[in-house]
């Protein structure tokens, strides 16, 4: 990141909600569940697939991770009603993590029993590396219960090739994606092209031992390396999926369905969308550059 774009990052919190909200628009569904689920079916006439996403996360009181539970089983019955080809990502921080892990395990054990009802699959999301462990362990305590849970492998951690050793032991549906989280180097790959081998390298190793993945990715290099892997491996179409962000290079999304591949867009909503939008803006100091230029009555920029 230039020193300009970095100033550009720190000069977030100075941007007025109302800024940030326009351009949450792009990333973001909406409020409410009926929002989103006016996004699902537009992404469906397209003929992509989408998971819902509360958003909310690290909470510090348990009325708040029952809410989100509740509103992940609004979530599944909508999901139900509709017919609409989608599921549920959870945040284990958001249903209490951090609080209690028997919390966490029984909001989202709630949010299993109700999709298994529906006929419909959870993810946990994968958060910063205090809860990697946690994340596994409890993904694995659910699929073995409720059977259709996946959950997420970062590419930048440098632990991820030994975890995918366990995950796919138990046959787990993973979303492989090359995380986000500011994490220490002792912990994580800090250079890019490290990130983008290990990526391939993740995603070979899990589609290679027949496990279904979820390609996780806008990064046409980690793009490239994931085609290779299914052209070299023959794999039919139902056994992976891509992924990407509601917002996020719309059309390279056009471009994989076009080639025929299911994809399947990360759809969130809720009340708490400014922490997530912020984060989007952290990640892509492009796209906050003319957000304050914006804010500050000026023209688009020429980058």
Not at 52 to 71: I, K
Request: glycine share 6%; net charge positive; proline share 4%.
């Amino acid at each position: 990141m230039s020193l300009f774009d970095s100033l550009v990052v720190s000069s977030l919190p100075l941007v007025p909600k109302g800024v940030v909200k326009r351009f949450a628009s792009r990333y973001v569904a909406g409020e409410t569940l009926e929002h989103a689920i006016a996004v699902v079916r537009e992404l469906a006439a397209e003929g992509a697939m989408s998971t819902l996403d509360v958003l909310g996360e690290s909470v510090t009181r348990r009325e708040q991770t029952e809410e989100t539970r509740d509103e992940y089983l609004r979530a599944l019955d909508a999901i139900h009603a509709s017919g609409l080809p989608a599921n549920v990502s959870i945040k284990p921080t958001a249903v209490g993590l951090s609080i209690d892990r028997a919390l966490a395990r029984a909001n989202c054990a709630a949010i299993c029993a109700k999709a298994r009802e529906k006929g419909t699959f959870v993810r946990l999301d994968m958060e910063d590396s205090p809860f990697t462990d946690a994340t596994i362990d409890l993904a694995l305590d659910l699929q073995a219960e409720f059977g259709d849970v996946g959950t997420v492998i970062q590419a930048y951690l440098r632990r991820s090739l030994k975890d995918l050793d366990r995950l796919g032991a138990a046959r787990m549906n993973l979303r492989i994606c090359k995380g986000i989280y500011v994490e220490p180097r002792r912990l994580a790959y800090k250079d890019r092209q490290v990130v983008i081998e290990n990526y391939g390298d993740l995603v070979a190793k899990h589609l290679s031992a027949g496990c279904y993945t979820g390609i996780a990715t806008h990064d046409e290099a980690c793009v490239q390396k994931a085609l290779a892997v299914i052209d070299r491996l023959k794999l039919p179409r139902e056994s992976y999926e891509f992924q990407m962000l509601l917002g996020v290079d719309p059309l390279l999304r056009r471009l994989l369905l076009e080639s025929g591949h299911r994809l399947r867009v990360y759809v969130p909503y809720g009340r708490d969308w400014y922490q997530y939008s912020v984060r989007r803006l952290k990640e892509n100091p492009s796209i906050s550059r003319h957000v304050i230029r914006g804010m500050l009555g000026m023209g688009p920029s020429a980058s």
